[in-house]
């Protein structure tokens, strides 16, 4: 088998992009749900000049999650112990904070405030805790979890293609390029409709992974591809401006630069570091499933409480939209990750002796 390739001890650059993903996400929302006579409110009301924040920082999340599963994971022998330690790991990373998120979005909307921005009632509460739901960001949740066990299937075929089996992975190929061609039928929280954009992501890991193996560039030379990187990025995003959302999901080819971003940007730099692996943004990007979570909500209520003590103004507005950033980080330190801590402890022991049962047995 193909020996595994080094991997550095951290990619701080791809926090920073998770970081800035999160930010053009709440961005988005801050202008649509802050109060309508706020001058950040007028900018949905330019339909010529709109960009396409919120959709682009998704796809950034989408590339970003398939770039890190095929990165951490692919190159590991896929034996039973290291399939179950990617499943619990993954999903405790996930679910917990997601369905806590849900449970407290259901008890406002149902005993608070039924103008809740988001309507999760019993019924719409049963769907979402089954990854079938698509309220507010809730929708691109689904298509995460799918990745995660799709990736679980594709990890075994790509250890079988490393050790010289074709059949297995050429089925999965094709079953892969199959449901990318057809993603104009499908549904937006089902995975095929997003597949593209994950598989670009491993793709670009894959690639990485066997450039270090292979190539030792220069700093001066890796800062230059970094820089005529952003060039790209800024003539592509320029291009963006007024590209429906349902175009950029589904046929515009903007996730193949966010995929060849991610390859350009995991060399660790001087130039990276200092863009994109800087501590602020790397303390955003580790935080950033909490604040896309609960962004909305914040800046939901913390617009009615603007209102209700009679406060206007840009200040006002500029301090909702820090609120919406660090309310959530806090929320994170304190809740999502040491819940996420336990959450793993706990199944990858049920999981173990599970696992040794089965050898006894």
């Not at 924040?53 to 599963?69: C, D, H, I, R, W």
Request: glycine share 8%; aromatic share 14%; proline share 7%.
């Amino acid at each position: 088998m193909t020996a595994t390739p080094p991997m550095p001890e951290s990619l701080p650059s791809l926090d920073g992009l998770r970081a800035i993903a999160a930010l053009l996400v709440v961005f988005v929302h801050f202008t649509f749900y802050v109060a309508p006579e706020s001058p950040f409110h007028y900018l949905q009301l330019f339909p010529g000049a709109r960009f396409p924040f919120g959709p682009v920082g998704v796809a950034g999340f989408f590339t970003l999650s398939g770039f890190l599963m095929a990165y951490l994971y692919a190159w590991r022998p896929c034996t039973a112990p290291a399939l179950l330690g990617y499943l619990v790991a993954r999903f405790a990373r996930i679910v917990p904070a997601y369905w806590l998120t849900l449970l407290l979005c259901f008890c406002l909307y149902r005993w608070l405030d039924g103008a809740f921005v988001f309507r999760i009632d019993g019924q719409n509460l049963l769907r979402h805790l089954l990854f079938l739901g698509s309220e507010g960001v809730f929708w691109s949740i689904p298509p995460e979890i799918q990745y995660y066990l799709l990736f679980a299937v594709l990890w075994g075929g790509w250890q079988q293609w490393l050790a010289g089996q074709w059949r297995g992975p050429l089925l999965l190929a094709l079953l892969c390029v199959g449901l990318m061609l057809s993603r104009d039928y499908w549904p937006g929280i089902l995975l095929p409709a997003k597949l593209h954009f994950f598989l670009a992501g491993s793709a670009a890991a894959l690639l990485l992974r066997s450039l270090q193996r292979r190539l030792r560039p220069s700093p001066r030379t890796l800062m230059g591809l970094q820089l005529g990187m952003l060039l790209v990025l800024a003539c592509a995003l320029a291009g963006l401006v007024g590209v429906a959302q349902q175009t950029f999901y589904l046929h515009h080819p903007f996730f193949l630069l966010v995929a060849l971003l991610l390859l350009v940007f995991a060399w660790r730099t001087p130039l990276s570091d200092a863009l994109l692996g800087n501590r602020p943004l790397r303390w955003l990007g580790r935080v950033s499933f909490s604040v896309y979570l609960l962004h909305v909500p914040v800046i939901f209520a913390l617009v009615q409480l603007q209102g209700a003590l009679g406060l206007k103004g840009s200040s006002s507005d500029l301090l909702i939209l820090l609120l919406a950033v660090l309310l959530p980080g806090l929320a994170c330190e304190y809740i999502e990750l040491p819940l996420c801590r336990a959450c793993r402890q706990w199944a990858q022991r049920r999981g173990e002796a599970l696992l040794l049962r089965r050898q006894r047995a």
